[in-house]
């Protein structure tokens, strides 16, 4: 069974960075995917980036520049690093993952799900 634990999240001042993690294991082939999506309270569930174990990396058009996705195999870590920290960043984070390399972050297509890490921005 695939299992993705989070961490890193907090309160963070506006204007500052952050990084999440998020540790996979259980999966049964060297191909998957891992994307971040992020919820704010009262809407739907948002995709932000993924990438795939064949280095493919992708990002929704609102988060280029400021979020990045990265990887390290060794530790079967990905991450999330925000930057420029903005008020309406607030939301939960959740590290997915598909069992593929189709690198999606459309909430619709995710297989398996973190267990969500608030990140909360403050002025």
């Known amino acids: 069974e695939v299992q993705l634990v989070q961490s890193g999240g907090g309160v963070v001042q506006a204007g500052g960075s952050l990084r999440l993690s998020c540790v996979a294991s259980?999966?049964?082939?060297?191909?998957?995917?891992i994307a971040w999506i992020r919820q704010s309270s009262g809407k739907e569930r948002d995709g932000l980036a993924c990438?795939?174990?064949?280095?493919?990396?992708d990002y929704v058009p609102s988060v280029k520049g400021r979020f990045t996705i990265s990887s390290d195999k060794s530790k079967n870590t990905v991450y999330l690093e925000i930057r420029m920290l903005k008020r309406e960043d607030t939301a939960v984070y959740f590290c997915?993952?598909?069992?593929?390399?189709?690198?999606?972050?459309?909430?619709?297509?995710?297989?398996?799900w973190g267990q969500g890490d608030w990140v909360t921005v403050v002025s």
């Open positions: 990438i795939s174990s064949d280095g493919t990396t």
């Open positions: 997915a993952a598909r069992t593929d390399n189709w690198c999606q972050m459309d909430p619709l297509y995710i297989d398996y």
């Open positions: 259980g999966f049964t082939s060297d191909d998957y995917t």
